[in-house]
């Protein structure tokens, strides 16, 4: 209720596939929760596609993961290339991990589709509240409770619970309401992405996940299932540092970026153009008393290796494992702190120090440094220990089970 008037309930600010997970995992439990979202309805935006393994394995346990594969496309492998001499440098079969999980293999659905399955999944919850056009503006806790005030059509409310958890964002109003720091950085160049139609897979060396190194203007090509076959590609760049928003969506700026790296005759048909501020940051804590930290709203990384998203769910279902045992009286609230423990952990030494990583191994412009990256990609995928190594950690497999032994 919008009045202040006290429920026992777990609130939750954000509708986005982490708050949406939260939610489903804790009404899986019994427990009732209040989602606020501001938008009117779930925003189908060209995000987040890529699911790991690891994540397809907590999907599973949601009862969830064949309606997103069946949403998205499989991909058993990917590929790195050296842009410049159009080398294929290394390729990544997922296959090697078929002792390790029952999903060796990525899906690629876009995130948007993720939170309508699961939210199809939440009408069957009387006790799961979702609110659309619910604008969460502040929050403050004491010591047995949470509020905040909320933005709705018909007005400005309260609303109080026992717990809140802040899915709501990069720019989480909740992480700002409880005077936590994110710490890191911001990148000086954004990340343009582009989808098109244009079929890539008729050129047979691409898969469906590729990544191209070059020194001056690296790209991630891969493809989504769109609404249907055949499907659309995307493609990720970086803007020059100088380059205005104007001069990186233009026409002119698209289709040359496209023709540098995938020459065709004639222009490429354009679905979407977006740009990304992209940081790289970490909340200084994921639990402040009564209130948690998930996905965005904790940590933000770029793009490449698809872990920003997976590392968002990844948080869902630790925190909602640990909550729900405080929730019902079998634990302390004092377990919350081992999910600050081990998802914080996480996000520092595994999910931004690989995605710093990634990037850096395609920008890399020093021609000893580039090359001696390149040999090493090369010789790891050579070699099936190696490579089953290095699948487990993009695979974010290895992250999951070190983070299960922490705190």
Same mark, same amino acid.
Request: hydrophobic share 40%; with cysteine.
């Given at each position: ?61 949601? !009862? ?7 949403? /998205? *496309?499989? =991909?058993? @492998?990917? #590929? +790195?290339?050296?842009?410049?001499? !159009? ?7 997922? /296959? *090697?991990? =078929?002792? @390790?999980? #029952? +999903? ?14 699961? *939210? ?288």
């Amino acid at each position: 209720m919008l009045d202040g008037t006290p429920e026992d309930r777990i609130l939750i600010a954000g509708a986005g596939p982490v708050g949406l997970i939260c939610a489903l995992r804790l009404s899986q439990t019994g427990i009732p929760v209040t989602v606020f979202e501001q938008e009117d309805e779930l925003f189908d935006d060209p995000r987040a596609a890529t699911t790991h393994p690891a994540t397809l394995e907590m999907l599973d346990e949601l !009862g969830i993961e064949q309606e997103v594969e069946e949403a /998205g *496309l499989v =991909a058993i @492998e990917f #590929r +790195f290339w050296d842009r410049p001499t !159009g080398e294929l440098i290394a390729s990544f079969d997922h /296959g *090697l991990l =078929a002792d @390790e999980t #029952r +999903f060796p293999y990525v899906v690629q659905c876009e995130q948007f589709k993720t939170s309508k399955i699961v *939210l199809d999944k939440l009408a069957a919850f009387p006790e799961c509240r979702v609110l659309f056009s619910h604008k969460v503006t502040a929050a403050r806790q004491t010591e047995h409770q949470v509020a905040v005030t909320v933005d709705y059509p018909d007005g400005v409310g309260t609303v109080t619970g026992r717990f809140l958890i802040g899915a709501d964002g990069g720019r989480s109003v909740v992480r700002k309401a409880m005077e936590i720091e994110f710490e890191g950085f911001t990148y000086p160049e954004r990340f343009l992405v582009l989808t098109t139609p244009f079929d890539f897979a008729a050129r047979p060396q691409y898969v469906y996940r590729n990544y191209l190194a070059d020194p001056t203007e690296w790209c991630n090509l891969f493809k989504v299932s769109g609404d249907g076959p055949p499907g659309l590609w995307r493609t990720v760049f970086p803007t020059r540092i100088d380059e205005t928003d104007e001069e990186a969506l233009s026409d002119i700026s698209v289709q040359g970026r496209l023709q540098k790296f995938f020459p065709k005759s004639g222009d490429y048909e354009i679905a979407h153009r977006n740009l990304y501020v992209t940081h790289q940051r970490v909340a200084a804590s994921f639990v402040k008393g009564r209130v948690l930290l998930a996905g965005d709203a904790a940590h933000v990384n770029n793009p490449i290796g698809g872990m920003g998203l997976n590392g968002g769910i990844h948080d869902a279902m630790n925190l909602t494992e640990k909550l729900a045992p405080v929730w019902k009286g079998d634990a302390s609230i004092e377990e919350l702190a081992r999910y600050d423990v081990q998802r914080r952990t996480t996000a520092i030494r595994f999910v931004q120090a690989q995605t710093i990583q990634n990037k850096k191994r395609l920008e890399e412009n020093d021609p000893d440094v580039r090359q001696a990256n390149l040999n090493e990609l090369r010789d790891t995928a050579s070699d099936p220990v190696r490579a089953k190594e290095f699948l487990m950690g993009t695979a974010m497999l290895t992250s999951v089970r070190d983070a299960a032994e922490l705190g």
